[in-house]
């Protein structure tokens, strides 16, 4: 396994949209494992693929307290959603910021699973933000495109900042 270089915000990549995966083979699943693996480390509690500049509809969630119930979602699709919610949200994109977002409250996902077989899920809570989250990701968007103008010209500054101090 290896630890995969996570792109941060305002990389241009990080608005790429994601092409449905065709096939479901050990290829996909050395990325799975890859994305797994970085994600635990970094740490978090997701990770699409698109943040890993792998422009593929693959996501990686782990909610649990215990870091044992790794999720994979290939192709994932919300077929139902209800509610709204808002929630403080953090990205491994970008370090440091966190910020409240609106989202759907409950929702049922379809997806394959590693193995290529489809299966849905209902979430509520932290899972649901998190998947809605990741999704995002691999239609292009990053949580910050929520906020305020102002909001984003600041976040951008700031990480532009640190990214020149860490060269
Ligand atoms: O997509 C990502 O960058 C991962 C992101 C997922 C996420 C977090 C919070 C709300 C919505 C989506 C993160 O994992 S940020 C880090 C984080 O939230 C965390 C890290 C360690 C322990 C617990 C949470
Ligand atoms: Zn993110």
Redesign the pocket.
Known sequence: MALLQ?LHYPDPRLHTVAQPVTTVDDTLRRLIADMAET?YA???????AT?VNHHVRLIVVDVSETKDNLLVFINPEVIWSDGLET????????PGIYDKVQRAERIRVRALNAQGQPFEMDADG?LA??IQ??ID?LNGKV?VEYLSRLKQDRIRQKLKKQQRENM
């Open positions: 996570i994600m970094a740490p978090g509690i997701g990770l699409a943040q929630m403080e949200e953090g990205c491994l994109s970008v932290l933000v998190c989250h990741e990701h949580f």
